[in-house]
C-alpha cells in the first residue's frame, strides 16, 4: 500500500506513464491552500503573513505538479495558485497602493509561473515520449523474435535466460523457463555426436564461458520421450566496448529431414553390404583367370584382365567409402586404437603408393620417429586419401611431398601438391559430405566427394585437426593433427 502511495507520488515513477493526472494536481492545491489558510488564521492568527508563505510553497508546487503530469498538470497549478493569490488580495486589509503594487506582482509572477509550467512540462512530456518511443521498440523487437519460425534463445552476460520465444516451445513440448540459469542443470537429454552433453558444455554455456560461435546438430530426448534433431546456432553478442552483452541461440527443427537422411544412409549401408561380398568374389575369381591365363601366356587377354582388375579395385573402394560414410552417419564407425610408429606407417603407405603410381615421386621429408596411439587402419585410410587426392589433382607436377614433425604434444603430418589448388571459398566445403568443386569440364576427375569427409571425421574422432592450404594452380597442402 505504501509502496503504492509512494509511486503514485514520486514524479520519476511517473516518468514513461502519459496518463497525466487532472484530479492530482487540483486536489493538492486545494489542500495546501486550505491547510495554510488555517495555520494563518487558527495558528499564529495574523493573515497578512500568509503571502510570504504561499509564494514559496506555491512555485515548488508547479514544479513539482508540472514534472509530475506534464503541462497540464503545471498550468492547473499556475491557475490556482493566481486565483489564490488574487483571493489573498482581495481578502487582506491591504491600502489601495499595496493593492496596486500586490497586483503587479501577481501578474508578474503569474508569466514566470506559466513559463516554468510549460518548460518543466514540456520536458516532462519529451522524456515520456522518448520512453515510450524505445518501449514501443522493443515491443516490436519481441513480437518479431516471439513470432520467428525458428526457436530462439537469449540470455544475459551472466547466463540467465531472458527471453525463449513460442517457436521454441513447441519444438520442446513445454514452455522453456525465463530466467533459467545455463549451465546449472540439463533440461532435457542432449545429445552431440552420439555423446551425452553435460550442463556446462551445452552451445550456450560454451558461448558465455568464451567462444564465440558454434554451429552444431543435437538430439534431445522431450519430456514426452519424442527424440528431436536440432541444429542450434549459438553466438555471442558484444556491446561496443566488445564486452560480452548477451547470448543468442537459433534453434531448428531438423528432425524430418534426418530422419529421411537415415532412411537413405540405412539404404546405402543395406546396399553397399549386399555389394562388397559379390565384388570380393569377383577379384578372387579374377584372380584366378589371371593365373590360367599366364599360363596361357594370352598377353592380350591378360591385360584386359588386367583392367577389368582395376575398375573392380576401384569399385571396392567406392563400395567401401559408402559404407564408411554411412557408417559415419549413423555413428556405426568404430576404432581400434594401438600404438604404432606413425613414420612407419607413412612409409609403408608410399611404398604401396609408389607401386601403383610409378611416374610419381613421394618424397618424405623431415622424417622422424613418432609413437601415437590410433587406429591404424584409419590414419592409413587417411593418409591414402591425401596422396591419392594430391596424385589425382597434381596437373602438370608430378612431385608430392609428405612432412611429418612434432608440435605441442601432436604429430603433424602435412602432405603436399603442385597441382591445380583450390580458391579460398571452396576449401571449407570440400570437407563436407559428397562435395565436390564444380567443375566446368565435367567428368575431368572422376570421384564422389567422400574421401575427405571420411577423413575428416575419422581425424575429429582422434581428437586431432585436418585443414588445407591452397592456392589455385600453385598447389595446396593438407595436413592432419594426431595427439601424442
Ligand atoms: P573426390 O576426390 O572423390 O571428389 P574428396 O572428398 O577426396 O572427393 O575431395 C573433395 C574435393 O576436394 C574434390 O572434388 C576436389 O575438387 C578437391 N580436392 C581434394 N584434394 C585436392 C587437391 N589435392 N588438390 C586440389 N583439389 C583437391
Redesign the pocket.
Known amino acids: 500500500m505504501l509502496r503504492k502511495v509512494l509511486t503514485y507520488i514520486n514524479p520519476i515513477a511517473q516518468l514513461g506513464n502519459p496518463n497525466y493526472s487532472f484530479i492530482f494536481p487540483l486536489s493538492l492545491n486545494i489542500v495546501v491552500a486550505t491547510l495554510l489558510e488555517i495555520y494563518v488564521h487558527s495558528i499564529v492568527n495574523d493573515p497578512t503573513i500568509v503571502a510570504v508563505y504561499a509564494i514559496v510553497f506555491f512555485i515548488a508546487i508547479i514544479i513539482y505538479t508540472s514534472f509530475r503530469d506534464g503541462i497540464q498538470g503545471g498550468f492547473i497549478s499556475t491557475t490556482f495558485t493566481l486565483g489564490y493569490y488574487l483571493y489573498i488580495v482581495y481578502t487582506r486589509e491591504y491600502t489601495p497602493e499595496q493593492f496596486e503594487s500586490a497586483i503587479e506582482t501577481i501578474v508578474f509572477l503569474g508569466v514566470i509561473y506559466f513559463m516554468l509550467a510549460l518548460i518543466i512540462g514540456w520536458l516532462k512530456q519529451t522524456v515520456d515520449r522518448l520512453i515510450e518511443r524505445e518501449a514501443n521498440e522493443k515491443n516490436r523487437l519481441r513480437t518479431i523474435v516471439e513470432q520467428l519460425p525458428v526457436g530462439v534463445i537469449v540470455t544475459d552476460s551472466a547466463g540467465q535466460v531472458v527471453m525463449a520465444n513460442k517457436r521454441l516451445d513447441s519444438i520442446l513440448g513445454t514452455r522453456f523457463p525465463l530466467g533459467f540459469q545455463i549451465g546449472s542443470k540439463s533440461l532435457f537429454d542432449i545429445k552431440n555426436n552420439y555423446k551425452k552433453v553435460t550442463p556446462s558444455k551445452g552451445p550456450l554455456a560454451q558461448i558465455l564461458t568464451g567462444k564465440t560461435s558454434l554451429e552444431d546438430e543435437y538430439t534431445i530426448t522431450r519430456k514426452d520421450g519424442k527424440n528431436l534433431y536440432l541444429h542450434i546456432k549459438a553466438s555471442a553478442i558484444f556491446n561496443r566496448e566488445h564486452k560480452l552483452m548477451a547470448a543468442a541461440a537459433i534453434i531448428n527443427d531438423i528432425t524430418q529431414r534426418k530422419e529421411i537422411e537415415l532412411r537413405k544412409d540405412d539404404f546405402v549401408n543395406m546396399a553397399s553390404h549386399e555389394l562388397k561380398t559379390p565384388i570380393t568374389s569377383m577379384k578372387l575369381y579374377i584372380s584366378s583367370l589371371e593365373k590360367q591365363l599366364k599360363e596361357l601366356k594370352d598377353e592380350k587377354a591378360i591385360t584386359t584382365l588386367q583392367h577389368i582388375h582395376d575398375q573392380t579395385n576401384r569399385l571396392q573402394k567406392l563400395v567401401y567409402d559408402l559404407l564408411d560414410v554411412s557408417r559415419l552417419q549413423t555413428g556405426k564407425l568404430t576404432f581400434s586404437k594401438e600404438k604404432f610408429r606413425l613414420d612407419e606407417l607413412i612409409q609403408e603407405t608410399i611404398d604401396v603408393m609408389k607401386s601403383s603410381h610409378s611416374t610419381f615421386t613421394i618424397s618424405f621429408k623431415e622424417k622422424q620417429p613418432i609413437t601415437v596411439d590410433a587406429d591404424r587402419f584409419r590414419i592409413y585410410q587417411v593418409l591414402t ?2 596422396l ?3 596424385i ?3 596437373s602438370k607436377s608430378n612431385e608430392i611431398h609428405i612432412m611429418l614433425h612434432k608440435s605441442n604434444h601432436y604429430a603433424k603430418v602435412s ?1 603436399i ?1 603442385f ?4 580458391t579460398k571459398d ?1 576449401q571449407e566445403k ?2 563436407e559430405r559428397l ?3 564444380p ?1 566446368n569440364k565435367t567428368n575431368t ?11 575428416k571425421e575419422i581425424i575429429k574422432r582422434h581428437k586431432g585437426r585436418i585443414g ?1 592450404k ?1 592456392a589455385p594452380n600453385q ?2 597442402t ?1 595436413s592432419f593433427t594426431l595427439p601424442i
Open positions: 586419401n591425401l591419392n587426392n594430391a589425382k589433382y597434381s602432405v601438391d597441382g591445380i589448388g583450390i571452396q570440400i570437407f562435395y565436390q568443386v567443375d576427375f572422376p570421384g564422389f566427394g567422400m574421401g575427405l569427409y571420411i577423413s588445407v591452397s598447389g595446396s593438407f
